[in-house]
């Protein structure tokens, strides 16, 4: 079961990953990728193993429970990914003092995210 649990993830993070890169149009190297990738990954499989599972089971996991905190996460992510080009030189760099001021945050929030994530993995396979 566990096997199938990290194929699943696996799976949802590579595609919703590849999905971030084409839809929201943010590409900024392949170690960005590997953030969002594991940001793709380690949620949709901690929420798939703390989630009532439903749907139909595919070789012993349920994937729609992972797939639909997928969903969630790419939301939330694309709500707050900037869509348009700045207009002019003062937003532009307006937009970058903003980003490396909030770059810090983002960076401690995510690790506490990845950090949490593990955690709750580890103890629903204990349990």
Known sequence: MIVADVIVAIVIGLVFAFLVYLLLDVSRGWLAWLVVFLLFMLLPWFGG??????????????????????????????????????????????RAREAAAAGTTISLFFWMLVILAVAGIVVAYVI
């Open 49 to 94: 193993l703390w989630l009532p599972p439903f749907g139909p089971p595919l070789f012993g996991a349920y994937w729609l429970p992972p797939v639909v905190i997928a969903v969630f996460v790419f939301l939330i992510l694309a709500a707050f990914t900037p869509t348009r080009p700045p207009r002019s030189r003062r937003e532009e760099v307006y």
